[in-house]
Every structure is written in structure tokens, then in C-alpha cells.
């Protein structure tokens, strides 16, 4: 990490690259479900990037996200031959991606429509833990199961589709579609 954040900032103060372009998104998606709209799934996500234009339309990529999503079902599932109910499940994910890429403009910085392609490899690194929560019917007593958490990695491929809108001289709105092609 030590290693990064120098190569970061030997990269941001060398007279190297002409134009540097940063980016900041933020998404949030609540689905509510269930009979009553007693369920639901909460997603946030992060991204930053930053890319260092090297060679005219030509730029070097960094990329970070981050997506934490948060699961909550309720339900009234009765089990066999015993006096509970599964009345929960609580399902936490977090995703945290790393990746590294060109990324090819099709026009110049001044344009009104910049349409761009990346291409990179990059590291996802997830975990996610679980909770079943079972209630008595007799005293409302409940029993919580938590599975351990299970942490996984994995390499990836990526390619991301873009469209920017300029909408003053440096202040553009951006449209894009990802993929994310695993090992």
C-alpha cells in the first residue's frame, strides 16, 4: 500500500502527463419486497478514480470501489417437528475492487461529447457474513445462528464504456456501463 500511494504521488507531481482527470460516484439502490414490505436490500457504492492522460486521448487508470450491501428478510417459516418459526435472515456483503488500465477518448478534452473505453485487470477482495434468526411460538424467544464470515478474493478483468457530456469547460456528466469479467 506504501508502495501505491508513493507511485501516486510521484505520478501527480511529474510533469509527465498533461491532463489529469479525477472522478468521484456515490450510488444507492434500496429494494423493498414482501406481502407487506417487510424486506428489503439496501446497496451503497463508492468509486473513485483517477487517470493520467499520457499521450494525447491515451490515459493510465486507477480505479477503487467499494459496494456494501445489506440484506433484511422477514418471514414467519414454520420448521418441522419443532416450536420455531424462521422469522429472519441477515445477509451482509461488502465488495472492495482495486484495478489498473487504459483508457482510450475518441475525443479531444474540449469537446461537447467524449465517448471513452477502458480496458484493465483488477483484484476484488469480498466478504459476507449471514444471520438466521429463529423465534419461539410459545414465549417469543429467539435464537440467532451467525455463519462465519466467508472473505474471498478474486482477479478480474474489466472493461467500462463512457460517455461525457461537457457541461462547462472541465465539469462533465458521465454515463457509463462496466463489466467485470472474472478469472
Known amino acids: 500500500m506504501k508502495n501505491l500511494v508513493f507511485i501516486f504521488l510521484l505520478l501527480c507531481t511529474s510533469k509527465l502527463f498533461a491532463v489529469t482527470e479525477i472522478s468521484f460516484d456515490y450510488g444507492y439502490d434500496r429494494f423493498v419486497y414482501g406481502s407487506s414490505d417487510q424486506s428489503y436490500i439496501t446497496t451503497k457504492t463508492y468509486h473513485s478514480s483517477i487517470a493520467w492522460y499520457f499521450w494525447g486521448l491515451t490515459a493510465i487508470e486507477l480505479d477503487f470501489s467499494m459496494n456494501d450491501e445489506v440484506g433484511r428478510e422477514k418471514n414467519s417459516i414454520e420448521t ?4 420455531y418459526k424462521l422469522t429472519g435472515i441477515h445477509s451482509d456483503v461488502q465488495k472492495q475492487n482495486y ?8 475525443a479531444s478534452n474540449g469537446s461537447f461529447l467524449i465517448p471513452t473505453i477502458s480496458l484493465g485487470y483488477g483484484r476484488q477482495l469480498a466478504k459476507s457474513k449471514t ?10 424467544s429467539e435464537i440467532e445462528y451467525e455463519e462465519p464470515t466467508d472473505s474471498e478474493s478474486s482477479e478480474t478483468f474489466y472493461g467500462t464504456f463512457a460517455l461525457k457530456i461537457a457541461l ?3 465539469l462533465y456528466l458521465k454515463f457509463s456501463v462496466s463489466t467485470i469479467i472474472p478469472e
Not at 80 to 83: F, R
Open 168 to 170: 462547462r469547460q472541465t
Open 80 to 83: 418441522s417437528d419443532s416450536n
Open 131 to 140: 444471520k438466521i434468526i429463529f423465534t419461539n411460538q410459545t414465549d417469543y
Open 99 to 106: 484495478s489498473v488500465g487504459l483508457r482510450q477518448a475518441f
